[in-house]
């Protein structure tokens, strides 16, 4: 059995939208909204990569699911991060604004679960986020929805 978004709880993927494109989520994800912005018209020839930058509202965005959900910034928030630099410099974000409860899950094979229960499947030949979940390339969401 997934575990599913409850009234007093969100989980958010924060990861760039072109790792959700390439990797897809997970179906119990309330909301995609990404943490770093890649603009992938502007190459920086320093770095050997696209630019990306913080997205500058970052935090509008996750207020205002709070908000269409009916929440308050007491609400256990867990963001689902590549990386934990990502996921702390998210999580900082929202406790700087006030946000009491924010976890962050990296993508590792042996981390608890909060944003999914594990499936029961035996996934052993799998490692990083697709050892323990179930995801998904669809776009059309059964819990939440995409928010951009």
Same mark, same amino acid.
């Given at each position: 059995?997934?575990?599913?978004?409850?009234?007093?709880?969100?989980?958010?993927?924060? &990861?760039?939208?072109?790792?959700?494109?390439?990797?897809?989520?997970?179906?119990?994800?309330?909301?995609?909204?990404?943490?770093?912005?890649?603009?992938?018209?502007?190459?920086?020839?320093?770095?050997?990569?696209?630019?990306?930058?913080?997205?500058?509202?970052?935090?509008?965005?996750?207020?205002?699911?709070?908000?269409?959900?009916?929440?308050?910034?007491?609400?256990?928030?867990?963001?689902?991060?590549?990386?934990?630099?990502?996921?702390?410099?998210?999580?900082?974000?929202?406790?700087?604004?006030?946000?009491?409860?924010?976890?962050?899950?990296?993508? &590792?094979?042996?981390?608890?679960?909060?944003?999914?229960?594990?499936?029961?499947?035996?996934?052993?030949?799998?490692?990083?986020?697709?050892?323990?979940?179930?995801?998904?390339?669809?776009?059309? &969401?059964?819990?939440?929805?995409?928010?951009?």
């Amino acid at each position: 059995m997934m575990w599913k978004s409850s009234n007093r709880s969100l989980c958010i993927d924060v &990861r760039r939208s072109v790792e959700v494109l390439l990797l897809g989520s997970l179906d119990t994800v309330d909301a995609h909204i990404p943490y770093i912005a890649i603009d992938v018209d502007e190459w920086s020839e320093f770095m050997k990569s696209y630019r990306s930058q913080s997205n500058s509202a970052f935090l509008l965005r996750v207020d205002e699911l709070v908000i269409e959900r009916g929440l308050n910034r007491s609400t256990i928030v867990s963001l689902m991060a590549s990386s934990y630099h990502q996921g702390i410099m998210a999580a900082n974000v929202l406790s700087v604004a006030g946000y009491e409860n924010v976890a962050v899950e990296v993508g &590792r094979k042996n981390h608890s679960a909060i944003c999914s229960a594990a499936s029961g499947k035996n996934q052993e030949s799998k490692d990083g986020y697709h050892a323990r979940y179930e995801w998904t390339n669809s776009m059309n &969401r059964q819990v939440g929805g995409w928010v951009h």
